[in-house]
């Protein structure tokens, strides 16, 4: 169950006062402890012990060694099987913080509370978690729902615009795989900054519940969430290794784009309205550098994708501005031919 919160957590305060919970851990990363922890604290109303659980922020602390610490700290301070994760931050928080929290002692109960509209709209919600493993994205994880997700949008007045940047990405996407409405809405923004962007949100979130709902487990329908995710988390993935990290949004961004060309190169949508796809796209989105990747660095990826079946790379594709397929398989050629379209566009 998701409930946009208001000003005084009061909505909070009395989920917490439903449950018997023994305890309740708090876990956050520098910029949520510095930026939105006092804001939460402020307003959370409960007699129960609490414990801050502090790691550094970025994706690079997504990763098996953050996890084994928190299990370790969790473990010292005696949580049991009646306590509560309470995960406030943005996308590697909820994801990670589900993690840790749906395994330990086979599972723990834990709410999200995203901070990030890139979690707002779409980390928090569906119930995955997961750490990367090496430089491979969310290769390890599970499926649990939290036991709630409370979204409070005035955390975005705390996000740098690139980051706030990142989060609209996936609400793109929502738009071009499921509403069409949706899509030209948020291309007629001027300005991209929260005020524009917070009426828009809900939209955003039910399509994901909506999609989730008909598929938990991403066997059919949810695959369709993916567009963009499939190049873009190997390009992700390749910078991450370099140790120069960008944001998810800017991938997904770059993977849109290739993805939505590869729409058009299969003939599943027309040249004008791949144009019209990749044009606003780029008004939000500077092109991402990928001249240090050859085709080959990224199909290495892409044969890891875990939509893949055997040594066939499977990809979500576009059959129409706010309609989109799954399990649609492109040869090498395409693929390669939707990157040289890309990096064709610097020279534009």
């Known amino acids: 169950m998701i409930t946009i919160t208001d000003d005084n957590f009061s909505s909070l305060n009395e989920f917490l006062d439903r449950k018997s919970f023994s305890k309740i851990f708090i876990l956050v990363d520098e910029n949520t402890h510095e930026y939105c922890l006092p804001v939460l604290l402020g307003n959370m109303e ?3 012990a609490f414990e801050i659980l502090e790691i550094e922020a970025g994706e690079e602390m997504k990763n098996i060694q953050t996890a084994n610490q928190l299990w370790e700290i969790l473990t010292e301070m005696q949580a049991d099987r009646k306590a509560l994760v309470i995960n406030l931050g943005g996308g590697v928080i909820t994801d990670m913080g589900g993690f840790v929290a749906s395994t330990y002692k086979r599972g ?5 509370i995203p ?3 890139l979690s707002m709209c779409d980390a928090a919600i569906g119930g995955k978690t997961g750490i990367d493993l090496m430089h ?7 499926f649990t729902f939290p036991e709630h997700i409370f979204v409070y949008p005035e955390f975005l007045e705390t996000l740098p615009f690139k980051e706030l940047r990142s989060g609209f990405a996936e609400m793109l996407k929502h738009g071009l795989i499921a509403d069409k409405i949706h899509w030209e809405h948020l291309i007629r923004m001027q300005k991209l900054d929260a005020q524009a962007i917070i009426p828009h ?4 979130m039910d399509i994901k519940q909506d999609v989730v709902r008909q598929d938990f487990h991403e066997k ?3 695959k369709t969430l993916n567009f ?3 190049i873009g988390h190997a390009v992700e993935s390749l910078y991450l290794n370099q140790k120069n990290p960008v944001l998810h949004g800017e991938a997904v961004a770059m993977g849109m784009i290739t993805e939505a060309y590869l729409s058009f190169a299969e003939g599943l949508i027309s040249a004008e309205d791949c144009d019209l796809i990749i044009g606003n796209i780029q008004k939000y989105y500077p092109y991402l550098d990928i001249s240090d990747f050859s085709d080959d660095d990224i199909f290495d990826l892409l044969l890891n994708d875990k939509k893949n079946a055997g040594n066939t790379i499977l990809f979500s594709l576009l059959s129409g501005i706010g309609a989109c397929i799954f399990d649609h398989e492109c040869s090498r050629k395409s693929i390669s031919e939707s990157l040289t379209f890309y990096r064709k566009l610097n020279d534009a």
């Not at 723990?108 to 999200?112: C, G, K, L, R, V």
């Open 136 to 142: 491979y994205k969310n290769m390890v994880g599970t």
């Open 201 to 204: 949100i809900k939209t955003s």
């Open 228 to 230: 963009g995710h499939t």
């Open 108 to 112: 723990i109960q834990f709410i999200n």
């Open 46 to 48: 409960t007699d129960l």
């Open 220 to 222: 059919n329908i949810r």
């Open 115 to 117: 901070t990030t509209l």
